[in-house]
């Protein structure tokens, strides 16, 4: 019998569960409170320009290969991608930049006229990297957090130093440069924790940068939601946006369905890739398998402050991604995870599409994406917001030698009360819940309720965690489970 399944949220993993769920022939519906889909990944559109409100580097390509072509689809046949050369480039003072092109050969030679002999070195880390790589990503992220024995596998047997290690230590015990050190280090901030507290095995993601390389879906990541929402609808997905879930409506310990803008919508599988600690608070109490006290302790990947602009005039001296590391990181790491507060010296990334991609500013023009990572929680005033503005366009002007802060003609700035008001993102983190040893697979909150019967839950709070590629893995892995349930 045609199950019918309930989804909350439509940003990627969501999206990828629902078109699974749907190829194994169950009736599926999303229900997303915001009036577009994507979530996190959602697109702003102002006086011609177009801005990712969320994720811009698109990064293991193979991970959507692998997604479309379990549709017998390519990504190809939705979006056309455009591999970035240069990758990006990382400031280090004024005028004083190292860019990362778009192959190995280019950048061992980058390293080699910063620190003599590290290109070899290089070489050596990238060949780990890659055994790595293959070992997790083609791999170990499939499995479903359900186990410990699912990390137990002869290959990370022979890994197992790499665990306990982390990539800050091996990352030194090789490269003495701060600054090569500082690029080795910036891959693995996308899972959410700082690099010494980030077991060195992650350093597969050196791997997805070096080794893969940094791709631009032409009219930006949106487009991948675009290719997604496509697929789900012809796979037979519904899906209804400005849909809030108020209530995930429960018999005894059965899942009933979910109330959706004061209506009862009877389901048999509810799904969630809503935040993991909203979806409880849909929940009785009792119903919930962890308490706020779990979340308080857990490591949560940093929250954003974001400013999207428009400016009057192509800019110079910056690449489609550009990273601006003039500051020391660890004092700027401190007040986000160890004592977190509004940091004084922010490092920040900026990213120009329409360096790559006409569709994203008017001819002439700059759309420009500026992001300083901060502790989730923080109080966020309009106030703070401008003082953070002001502060990041002097460093931008010094550092790339040219007047920017004159040429804005808009500015819209994205911060933790949006998180909170747009996602219900707890403490209005941005990207979920960190890779750190402790928080990694089965030490994740699993994807399937031990208190509900016929609840589940997907994202990046969840298993894998954090980023695109692993919330397209998480949409897979539950399918999975549900399917088994099924
Ligand atoms: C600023 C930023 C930059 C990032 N950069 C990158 C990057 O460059 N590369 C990369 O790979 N990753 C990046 N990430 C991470 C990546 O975007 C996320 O990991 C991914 O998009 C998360 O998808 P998800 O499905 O887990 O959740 P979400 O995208 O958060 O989707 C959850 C959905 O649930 C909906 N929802 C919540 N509550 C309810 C409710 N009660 N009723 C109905 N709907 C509800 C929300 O509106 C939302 O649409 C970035 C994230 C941010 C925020």
């Not at 992001?371 to 966020?380: C, E, K, S």
Request: include cysteine; proline fraction near 6%; charged fraction near 25%.
């Amino acid at each position: 019998m045609t199950k019918q399944i309930a989804i909350i949220g439509s940003g990627f993993s969501s999206l990828a569960a629902a078109s699974y769920l749907a190829q194994a022939g169950n009736n599926v519906t999303i229900y997303e409170k915001n009036p577009t889909v994507g979530g996190r990944a959602r697109q702003l559109q102002r006086d011609g320009f177009t801005f990712d409100i969320g994720p811009t580097w698109y990064w293991m390509p193979d991970v959507f290969e692998r997604f479309f072509a379990d549709f017998d689809k390519t990504p190809e046949d939705y979006y056309e991608l455009i591999k970035l050369n240069p990758a990006y480039s990382v400031y280090f003072g004024e005028n004083d930049f190292i860019t990362i092109e778009d192959t190995l050969e280019k950048i061992r030679n980058a390293f080699e006229k910063e620190e003599p002999g590290s290109s070899k070195k290089l070489q050596e880390f990238m060949d780990e990297a890659l055994d790595n790589y293959n070992i997790a990503i083609k791999d170990l992220v499939y499995r479903p957090g359900v186990s410990p024995m699912e990390l137990v596998t002869t290959a990370t047997m022979k890994k197992i130093g790499q665990f306990f290690s982390t990539i800050s230590k091996e990352v030194r015990k090789e490269f003495k440069n701060p600054r090569l050190i500082a690029i080795l280090e910036f891959p693995v901030l996308f899972l959410g924790a700082k690099p010494s507290n980030t077991p060195a095995f992650y350093s597969f993601m050196n791997y997805a940068d070096f080794g893969l390389g940094t791709f631009h879906p032409k009219d930006g990541m949106y487009s991948v939601i675009i290719a997604m929402k496509k697929l789900a609808e012809e796979l037979g997905v519904t899906i209804h946006t400005n849909s809030n879930v108020e209530k995930i409506e429960v018999q005894g310990t059965k899942v009933k369905g979910l109330l959706v803008n004061s209506e009862m919508i009877e389901a048999d599988i509810v799904l969630s890739g809503a935040d993991y600690h909203h979806t409880e608070t849909l929940l009785k109490k009792p119903l919930r398998q962890y308490s706020e006290k779990y979340w308080e302790k857990k490591v949560f990947a940093p929250s954003s402050l974001l400013f999207y602009v428009g400016f009057e005039k192509k800019l110079q001296n910056v690449n489609h991604h550009t990273l601006f590391f003039d500051v020391p990181f660890e004092e700027h790491a401190k007040d986000i995870y160890d004592e977190p507060k509004w940091p004084e010296h922010p490092l920040f990334y900026a990213s120009f599409p329409s360096i790559t991609d006409t569709s994203a500013a008017p001819q002439g023009k700059e759309a420009g994406i500026f992001l300083i990572p901060l502790a989730p929680g923080l109080n966020d005033t309009p106030e703070i917001r401008e003082e953070y503005f002001n502060k990041i366009m002097v460093r931008f002007e010094k550092l790339t030698n040219q007047e920017a802060k004159k040429y804005v003609i808009f500015k819209e700035s994205f911060c933790i009360n949006d998180f909170v008001e747009a996602y219900n993102s707890y403490k209005g983190n941005a990207y979920g819940l960190a890779n750190t040893l402790l928080q990694t697979a089965f030490l994740r909150p699993k994807l399937k309720s031990k208190k509900v019967d016929g609840l589940f839950f997907t994202g990046q709070l969840s298993v894998p965690g954090p980023g695109v590629p692993p919330s397209l893995i998480s949409g897979k892995l539950v399918s999975n489970l549900i399917q088994k349930e099924l």
